[in-house]
């Protein structure tokens, strides 16, 4: 059953960072190639880390200076939040991009999944010093719940990626705009633009009256051009989605409609079970 369209394909070579769109993209067994292939290592915290503790990354955008192939990450340049560029392989590149975050950090393509250290998430032992610490991380205030951790991935709670990746939690996001849609409904005074919330996979239903879609395609497959994915789960969100980036401004309303309202989720994550080619205007099938 045909349920929608893919309206827009995006890809991040830089975690955080802002991406560009693609009109298409073969889909391995690790997404979009190249997506999200460069993430910044805090050398104080010893921990990967993003615009959540960096929130001025989202002011940067990065592109590739050729194509990712054979699971090789290639360079990529970067557009500083004053216009200035930069490459990946500048020497200058980890001290730029300290003095814009305000830490020391270096920047690494995707290391081998065996390099554990390197994906290891460093939390506060103590429980209250935790709580502080996913309370900021997730951007919730004192009155709102804390999200349910059980339903992340195992590995996820011990390290910041899948290792061999720096995914959140699986190699695809899906969102679809009646999602969006249904969030404005609930909260007019804000904007709900699909940047704030960096999908792969921008999916425009059939039905094209607001709604959260999403929910409903959990623990089946859908097949996206020639792509056949699995939806594992919702997507929690975090205090990312109120920061500015572009013309978006800062919007802490964003993330308390989301909450309130959307059971502190927008899109889905995917597996991917049958790779293959998808390009924009392709049918999305529930199968």
């Not at 893919?6 to 391995?28: C, D, H, N, Q, Y």
């Not at 081998?112 to 939390?123: F, I, K």
């Not at 790779?275 to 099938?285: L, N, W």
């Amino acid at each position: 059953m045909i349920i929608g369209t893919v309206k827009e394909i995006w890809r991040f070579p830089v975690k955080s960072m802002g991406g560009g769109e693609l009109r298409s993209a073969a889909i391995g067994p690790l997404g979009i190639p190249g997506d999200r292939g460069w993430a910044l290592y805090d050398e104080e915290a010893r921990e990967v880390r993003g615009a959540k503790k960096f929130p001025a990354l989202l002011q940067c955008q990065a592109r590739y200076l050729a194509e990712p192939s054979g699971g090789k990450i290639p360079n990529a340049e970067i557009t500083l939040p004053d216009g200035a560029k930069i490459r990946s392989d500048d020497p200058e590149i980890s001290r730029k991009l300290s003095a814009l975050v305000g830490k020391k950090v270096t920047l690494h393509p995707i290391r081998p999944a065996e390099d554990s250290e390197h994906y290891r998430r460093r939390l506060p032992e103590d429980p209250d010093a935790m709580t502080r610490e996913l309370r900021a991380m997730f951007g919730r205030t004192d009155d709102e719940p804390l999200p349910d951790l059980s339903i992340f991935p195992q590995e996820i709670l011990e390290f910041t990626s899948p290792r061999g990746t720096y995914f959140d939690a699986f190699p695809l996001h899906l969102l679809t705009t009646s999602w969006l849609a249904d969030l404005a409904r609930s909260n007019s005074g804000a904007r709900f633009d699909r940047l704030r919330f960096r999908p792969n996979l921008l999916i425009e239903p059939s039905d094209k009256s607001p709604g959260k879609r999403e929910q409903e395609w959990c623990g089946g497959e859908l097949r996206v051009g020639d792509v056949r994915v699995k939806i594992e789960m919702p997507v929690v969100r975090c205090v990312m989605t109120t920061l500015p980036q572009g013309d978006l401004p800062k919007d802490p309303s964003v993330l308390r409609t989301i909450v309130r309202e959307s059971d502190q989720n927008v899109g889905v994550y995917a597996s991917v079970t049958g790779p293959g080619t998808v390009k924009v205007g392709d049918p999305v099938e529930l199968v």
